[in-house]
């Protein structure tokens, strides 16, 4: 029997201090892939964001504006290596868990215009998965047809690998319990919307307009929201749970529904 296919987005605040420039959090990184069970290999396809790492260098070159002059080359550069180091320690976390990981780089395959993916091959992905492995992505800063160069969200990478691949559920782990009527961290009133579906979403986002939890370069709560829409109109369950609590994770992708979110 084939088990239904899950992307999972590990979320930068989730494995990252973003508080601290290129700093991972070791220990949720570890507890994170002690919840993915090796048997899950050939039935999951990992994203992780930049947090503390990609965020701040692409902030400071302002590569999410794409190409305005030379000066932005070098910060593409860096911005690209210090994702790969990201990735390096989650990959090396993985592989110490036992989990058959196999690191992709977006940029070689992903390609946007004006900031939205416009080309995408994702038959390595596929036969990866057929060989049982578990590819594992991350954010990356790639070619745009319009602007030269772009920053591309993991949020819109899952969502557009999920209709790809025709996945049953996405699963994004994040730093708060899930999705709230409001900010919880300003509003002690805010309520926990456990279920959800697409027009919730549209509703929630003309709510908050252009506000967020935590702005970064890819935007926070509402971007994720509205990255997931596609997907959620291809009929792919979103799970939204706090990554940092131990057990979430592992029951989201044992087929239970954990404490969070569910959107469908």
Not at 68 to 83: A, E, H, N, W, Y
Not at 126 to 141: E, Q, T
Not at 159 to 170: C, D, G, N, P, V
């Amino acid at each position: 029997m084939v088990t239904p296919l899950t992307v999972l987005k590990l979320g930068g605040s989730v494995i990252t201090n973003k508080k601290k420039k290129s700093t991972p959090s070791n220990r949720t990184i570890s507890q994170i892939m002690k919840e993915i069970s090796p048997d899950i290999a050939g039935s999951l396809v990992i994203v992780h964001g930049g947090g503390s790492y990609g965020h701040h260098l692409a902030k400071h070159y302002r590569l999410s504006e794409g190409y305005r002059d030379q000066s932005q080359i070098l910060g593409f550069v860096k911005t690209r290596q210090s994702m790969m180091e990201l990735n390096k320690i989650i990959l090396h976390s993985a592989i110490e868990n036992g989990l058959p990981c196999v690191s992709l780089q977006p940029s070689a395959f992903v390609e946007t215009k004006n900031k939205r993916i416009e080309k995408i091959d994702t038959h390595i992905i596929a036969d990866l998965l057929k060989l049982r492995m578990i590819p594992l992505l991350f954010g990356d800063v790639v070619l745009d047809q319009k602007l030269g160069f772009c920053v591309l969200s993991g949020d819109q990478l899952v969502s557009r690998l999920a209709t790809e691949l025709e996945a049953k559920q996405i699963v994004l782990t994040v730093d708060v319990v899930g999705v709230f009527d409001s900010d919880p961290r300003i509003d002690r009133k805010a309520r926990l919307m456990e279920k959800m579906a697409a027009a919730d979403i549209k509703k929630l986002i003309q709510k908050r307009g252009k506000s967020t939890q935590h702005p970064d370069v890819t935007g926070e709560m509402t971007g994720k929201l509205r990255e997931m829409l596609p997907a959620l109109k291809k009929g792919t369950r979103v799970i939204i749970l706090n990554g940092r609590v131990p057990g979430r994770l592992s029951e989201a992708l044992s087929g239970k529904t954990p404490v969070g979110t569910v959107i469908e």
